[in-house]
């Protein structure tokens, strides 16, 4: 837990203030919780994520439950109204923006998308229902994602068009 919250607190440059450290850091204790064997201090250790995620939620706007799996240098760029369900999972080097809803595309199929490595989120940017983003991989703000994004791709639009990334050439 600790070398995690190490790595995001550099990710964030230091900055204690960035909401988004604080989500993460709850984020992070939320996770760490079940790997406490003691019944009774796991149970203390729950309640006091469960009142520390509220807290965050409050004030930051951003719902992450600790069910949820991110990877390495996950960044939350700005605050406000930021949804992710407990069924996503993140790669590494992930960025969301503010107003980005990862989520189910309905309730009676509990399956949220998941996300490679590389992505960029932009604000506002919905990603609903079972499927796959690939690697390396620009969401356009404001688009809906209903369907996969192969890797090294722009998905923008409602819903979303998906086009590939164009390489430049050394």
């Known amino acids: ?47 006091l994520y469960k009142f520390l995620y509220k807290l965050v939620q409050i004030l930051t706007g951003i719902e992450m439950p600790c069910e949820a799996e991110v990877g390495e240098n996950f960044l939350i760029e700005h605050f406000g109204g930021i949804v ?16 980005v809803v990862v989520g189910l595309k309905n309730v009676n199929e509990p399956c949220a998308p998941q996300i490679g490595n590389n992505v960029d989120i932009g604000a506002g940017a919905k990603l609903l229902g079972n499927i796959k983003i690939g690697n ?29 990334k164009k390489v430049a050439l050394t």
Do not use: E
């Open 1 to 47: 837990m600790f070398n995690h919250i190490r790595q995001d607190l550099k990710n964030y440059h230091g900055d204690w203030a960035a909401q988004g450290f604080w989500v993460l850091m709850v984020y992070r204790f939320g996770r760490w919780r079940y790997t406490i064997n003691n019944v009774l201090i796991r149970k203390i250790c729950s309640f």
């Open 84 to 99: 992710i369900s407990g069924y996503a999972k993140f790669g590494d080097n992930c960025r969301i923006r503010n107003g």
């Open 136 to 164: 390396n991989v620009s969401i356009g703000a404001n688009s809906v994602v209903l369907t996969d994004v192969p890797d090294n791709s722009i998905a923008v639009g409602v819903p979303a068009v998906i086009k590939t």
